[in-house]
């Protein structure tokens, strides 16, 4: 594992690799709400600064580096280090990994897609977002399916608000996907972020009538859809990390981290300037 500065504050499970079970309130303070949205920022910003330079060639592991020195740079930790025993400090999921994927040897291939998952801890919070990035000249379908799984976060964001029952967000992903012909993974899930990096609440990308607990102002979540562009079922490679399509076929995945105000949802995991890294990093 990489090494974090001493001065630099940490989670809990950093020496542990346990979190623990989730305790936090789904509702955050105004103070808390502060801190988040500099680790928003903070996490965004990295993606920012690392994403323009992978390029055809280079290895996940090297992206690890990056993401690893932006992170401590920036005064955080990164949130993955340690994390129930996770190896690296950003999970890197190419081509049929659904997510988790872990940082390796392997060059980037001309043509692959790569989801590229950032979370930062700074100051007793987290935030979290991932984009996945066209590597060199990427083929139709899979353009097709990074571009529309972005557009699948935006409707998510769009349905949800101040006294919208959770299950809206899976209820649009769900309808815009099928629209399109693409799977929605269920495995993996959204989840409430603060001082804890995965806490209670749970953001489904697809339709579930139950629970519809009802989002009100203060609340912290992820949303970050993996549609696919053959079955949704996914595999676990024996690293008991790497989750993968059964079927082989590519999955792509954005994620933002969100809060719940009064008028509406206010993004996070946006650079300090206003910049929204998928946006920029991914043409079309
Ligand atoms: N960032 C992932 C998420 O969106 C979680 C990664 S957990 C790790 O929830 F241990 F793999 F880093
Ligand atoms: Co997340
Ligand atoms: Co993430």
């Not at 903070?42 to 993606?47: H, S, T």
């Not at 692959?112 to 990427?138: E, K, P, Q, R």
């Not at 557009?151 to 998510?156: D, K, M, R, V």
């Not at 806490?199 to 607990?213: E, F, I, M, N, R």
């Amino acid at each position: 594992m990489r090494t974090v500065p001493a001065e630099i504050g940490r989670p809990p499970y950093a020496v542990t690799g346990d979190p623990g079970p989730s305790t936090s309130s789904n509702v955050r303070t105004e103070e808390e709400i502060e801190r988040m949205r500099l680790a928003g920022q903070a996490a965004a910003e990295v993606l920012l600064e690392v994403c323009p330079q992978i390029v055809p060639g280079m290895t996940t592991d090297r992206i690890d580096e990056l993401v690893h020195q932006a992170s401590v740079a920036r005064g955080g930790y990164p949130s993955p280090l340690n994390y129930r025993g996770y190896p690296k400090s950003v999970c890197t999921s190419v081509n049929e990994v659904v997510c988790h994927g872990i940082p390796d040897s392997r060059p980037l291939a001309d043509g692959d897609i790569v989801n590229v998952d950032v979370t930062i801890y700074l100051n007793g919070v987290h935030g979290d977002t991932s984009v996945t990035l066209l590597v060199g000249d990427v083929d139709d379908a899979s353009r097709a399916l990074v571009l529309q799984t972005r557009t699948a976060l935006a409707e998510g964001i769009a349905a949800a608000g101040p006294g919208v029952p959770v299950n809206a967000i899976g209820r649009a992903i769900e309808r815009f996907a099928l629209r399109n012909g693409l799977g929605v993974v269920q495995e993996f899930i959204g989840h409430g972020i603060g001082t804890e990096f995965h806490s209670g609440l749970q953001v489904k990308h697809y339709y579930a009538p139950y629970p519809d607990t009802i989002l009100v102002p203060g609340m912290t979540f992820t949303i970050e859809p993996m549609l696919t562009l053959g079955d949704p079922a996914c595999a676990m490679w024996d690293d008991d990390w790497t989750a993968v399509t059964r079927d082989g076929r590519r999955t792509a995945q954005f994620e933002h981290t969100l809060l719940v105000t009064e008028e509406g949802i206010e993004i996070l995991t946006a650079a300090a300037d206003g910049t929204v890294p998928a946006d920029v990093l991914v043409a079309g």
